[in-house]
């Protein structure tokens, strides 16, 4: 049925303050989760220029042993690689401190949780007991934000093998892919 009001504020059948974490960690999430597409992207791209060019060079490996361009050719390397492992500290340090702040935040919200639920006559393993739900509770919107951002991964990594393999679609004739019954 519907949610009826009690008191002012009060609703029963939903559990709006249980949400409210929830909600928070999903729009904290969706607001950083284009900073971390940018640091991702930065990183891929840098790599992706460090491989094109090594790419180039090695193609055109007589043309540089004969013009004796070994020197440019390896400044632009440098370079390349200079600014590939720039972008790839950035994205690491990115990860690490959005994982260090959601745990953080876990912790803090506990303890927060802990202190207001101190203000009643609770026993030490009915506080144990709400510390192993409030862990979980806080526990499922980070994997939440993660799995989000795993999906988003795997999208750009199937518009990619999209780019490379255009025509490959899966069907009775494809080489890449064998159907037949399940065992």
Avoid at 15 to 26: F, H, I
Avoid at 39 to 44: K, L, T
Avoid at 56 to 81: C, P, Q, W
Wanted: positive net charge; charged residues 15%.
């Amino acid at each position: 049925g519907t949610p009826s009001v009690v008191a002012p504020g009060t609703v029963t059948g939903c559990s709006t303050p249980g949400a409210v974490p929830l909600l928070l960690t999903g729009w904290g999430n969706g607001l950083l989760a284009n900073l971390a597409r940018d640091f991702r992207v930065r990183a891929r791209e840098a790599s992706s220029a460090v491989s094109g060019f090594l790419a180039a060079a090695i193609e055109a490996s007589l043309t540089v042993k004969v013009t004796g361009a070994h020197g440019t050719v390896l400044r632009r390397l440098d370079r390349l690689n200079a600014t590939r492992a720039k972008a790839a500290v950035g994205e690491t340090v990115w990860n690490d401190v959005m994982w260090s702040i959601n745990t953080t935040a876990s912790d803090v919200f506990l303890g927060i949780a802990l202190a207001v639920a101190a203000r009643g006559a609770l026993t030490a393993g009915e506080i144990a007991q709400f510390a192993a739900y409030l862990a979980g509770l806080i526990w499922l919107p980070m994997r939440l934000g993660m799995v989000f951002t795993g999906r988003r991964r795997a999208e750009i990594s199937a518009a990619r093998m999209e780019v490379l393999l255009p025509d490959a679609s899966p069907g009775e004739d494809d080489p890449l892919v064998h159907h037949r019954p399940l065992p």
